[in-house]
């Protein structure tokens, strides 16, 4: 049980403390820690100058789909919106064919010429969030006819009950006169 320690001894301290104490080799001070570094040359990607602007043109299929994406986009959920507002079909305020062609080439050119390139996961995400957001409004419109609809159909349903007590009263008066 009774096991040694290694404790430090004296001895070891001092040659410790003494190997501290000893000169050490001297380094070159500056005055600043960034005046070791090696200088930077300027080379046309690091040199602000030097460096042209970075013009990036989309392939012409990529820029149709894109335009004709944005077009649906837009053809989808304006007329729906429109409707919405109106209180009518969204078809009344869709585009007409060639508008829609007109308005898809003008899209395909600017994104083209911009550089817009839409992701093919985005798009379908844009896609589904605006056919299916576009009936958004229709859906709380029809969620609030149904919810009439079933208090009217309640309200049916205690009306027939009384009218039904209402009978049943009527059959016990009666029959009690004849009784009478």
């Given at each position: 049980?009774?096991?040694?320690?290694?404790?430090?001894?004296?001895?070891?301290?001092?040659?410790?403390?003494?190997?501290?104490?000893?000169?050490?080799?001297?380094?070159?001070?500056?005055?600043?820690?960034?005046?070791a570094l090696p200088e930077e040359t300027p080379t046309p990607e690091n040199d602000p100058q030097q460096r042209e602007p970075?013009?990036?043109?989309?392939?012409q299929g990529a820029a149709n789909a894109s335009g004709k994406l944005v077009?649906?986009?837009?053809?989808?959920?304006?007329?729906?919106?429109?409707?919405?507002l109106a209180k009518t079909n969204a078809d009344e305020f869709k585009a007409?064919?060639?508008?829609?062609?007109?308005?898809?080439?003008a899209l395909s050119e600017y994104m083209k010429?911009?550089?817009?390139?839409?992701?093919?996961?985005?798009?379908?995400?844009i896609l589904v969030v605006a056919i299916y957001g576009s009936n958004i409004p229709k859906m709380l419109?029809?969620?609030?006819?149904?919810?009439?609809?079933?208090?009217?159909?309640?309200?049916?349903?205690?009306?027939e009950y009384q009218k039904?007590?209402?009978d049943k009263e009527r059959q016990k008066i009666t029959k009690n006169a004849e009784n009478e």
């Open positions: 049980m009774n096991e040694p320690t290694n404790l430090a001894t004296g001895a070891e301290i001092s040659s410790f403390v003494a190997e501290l104490q000893q000169p050490k080799q001297e380094f070159a001070q500056s005055e600043s820690i960034f005046d970075i013009r990036t043109q989309m392939t077009v649906s986009v837009i053809d989808t959920v304006i007329p729906s919106l429109q409707a919405w007409a064919e060639n508008d829609r062609a007109e308005l898809e080439t010429l911009k550089g817009g390139d839409i992701p093919p996961g985005l798009m379908c995400v419109e029809m969620r609030k006819i149904n919810t009439e609809k079933e208090r009217l159909e309640k309200m049916r349903r205690d009306l039904q007590q209402l």
